[in-house]
């Protein structure tokens, strides 16, 4: 196996908690989220209508579409409430150093939860 490509997309502290950035890494579009249980990027184009996800609101560990309402699991990318029905991709995150200046990295290898 190879080893995971991480990106620096921004420092931690640039990321209030409850919080959603559209963050960019190798072509990837991402929606970086922090929530109470951590930090977590899940593909930014809604399964539904390709909306932005990163317009939408933190709910929990969830994401919610803000165009019909759809809730993403941001563990495994899986929709918690209709009308989507398809997985969003997450992707790995990684946090190096401590406090607000520490530096949150993305695997940008997109993992698709298999239905
Ligand atoms: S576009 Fe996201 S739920 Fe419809």
């Known amino acids: 196996m190879s080893e995971p490509k991480l990106m620096d ?3 931690l502290g640039d990321l ?6 559209k963050v960019e ?3 990837q579009d991402i929606a970086l989220v922090r929530c109470e249980e951590g930090v ?3 593909g930014n184009r809604c ?5 932005e996800l990163s317009e939408g609101e933190v709910e929990g560990c969830a994401l919610e579409c803000w165009l019909h309402g759809s809730q993403f ?4 990318g899986m ?3 209709p009308p989507a029905v398809q997985p969003v991709p997450t992707f790995t995150v990684v946090i190096e150093g401590e406090g607000d200046a ?3 990295l993305v695997d940008p290898t997109p993992q698709l939860i298999n239905q």
Not at 16 to 21: D, G
Not at 47 to 51: D, G
Not at 73 to 76: F, K, V
């Open 79 to 81: 929709p918690l409430s």
């Open 25 to 27: 890494a190798s072509g």
């Open 47 to 51: 399964s539904h209508a390709e909306v």
């Open 73 to 76: 699991d941001l563990r495994t």
């Open 102 to 104: 520490a530096r949150v």
């Open 9 to 11: 997309v921004c420092a």
């Open 40 to 42: 977590f990027a899940i």
């Open 16 to 21: 209030a908690l409850e919080s959603v950035r």
